[in-house]
T-cell receptor, first 114, second 112 residues
Framework: KAGVTQTPRYLIKTRGQQVTLSCSPI?????VSWYQQTPGQGLQFLFE???????NKGNFPGRFSGRQFSNSRSEMNVSTLELGDSALYLC?????????????FGPGTRLTVT | GENVEQHPSTLSVQEGDSAVIKCTYS??????FPWYKQELGKRPQLIID?????GEKKDQRIAVTLNKTAKHFSLHITETQPEDSAVYFC???????????FGTGTRLTVIP
């Protein structure tokens, strides 16, 4: 099976702009979670989508949003970008059946805000 | 919310020695504890996990132990090899949720 894929891998944006990141989960996985990784804050949970519904949400401002499509692919959007949004954005997919909660990460999208 | 603390932040061992990384968690409802290895520039890779109904789990040179009473869990790597050098993260989640709370990471260096 192909692993989790994310596009684009690198992105440079200017303050105030918005950005959309995409994540394709492992085939058959229905849960997609998003995380932000920075040197200062480490790995922080953004939100999780399951069957096109947001099921869990972390402590990030409303500028961070996401959605999931019927094929389980997910997108996250960050509006009005700030310098502090520069980070590696990772998505992870999980089968989430029969008590299986193993999450498998994609390679990430490195976002730089200037 | 859940708070996961991880120690040490850096660890250097000689090749062939053992390495131990420890984590504590705060939420007694947490019941799933995975460990991830992240090499430089790469994605976090799930290496082992444990659920709260199990006290210990082994996979070749890697083992994880869980003490629910004390709310701590540990990663043990035996017979370390240079390719074990990476940053290791512990994490916790509760109630079947897929929102992981991560520790701050341990940079392990295995000296040949």
């Amino acid at each position: 099976k192909a692993g989790v894929t994310q596009t684009p891998r690198y992105l440079i944006k200017t303050r105030g702009q918005q950005v959309t990141l995409s994540c394709s989960p492992i085939s058959g996985h229905r849960s997609v979670s998003w995380y932000q990784q920075t040197p200062g804050q480490g790995l922080q949970f953004l939100f999780e989508y399951f069957s096109e519904t947001q099921r869990n949400k972390g402590n990030f401002p409303g500028r961070f949003s996401g959605r999931q499509f019927s094929n389980s692919r997910s997108e996250m959007n960050v509006s009005t970008l700030e310098l502090g949004d520069s980070a590696l954005y990772l998505c992870a997919s999980s089968l989430d059946e029969g008590g299986s909660h193993e999450q498998y990460f994609g390679p990430g999208t490195r976002l730089t805000v200037t | 919310g859940e708070n996961v603390e991880q120690h040490p932040s850096t660890l250097s061992v000689q090749e062939g020695d053992s390495a131990v990384i420890k984590c504590t968690y705060s939420d007694s409802a947490s019941n799933y504890f995975p460990w991830y290895k992240q090499e430089l520039g790469k994605r976090p890779q799930l290496i082992i996990d444990i659920r709260s109904n199990v006290g210990e789990k082994k996979d070749q040179r890697i083992a994880v132990t869980l003490n629910k009473t004390a709310k701590h869990f540990s990663l043990h790597i035996t017979e370390t090899q240079p390719e074990d050098s990476a940053v290791y993260f512990c994490a916790a989640s509760s109630g079947g949720a897929n929102n992981l709370f991560f520790g701050t990471g341990t940079r392990l260096t295995v000296i040949p």
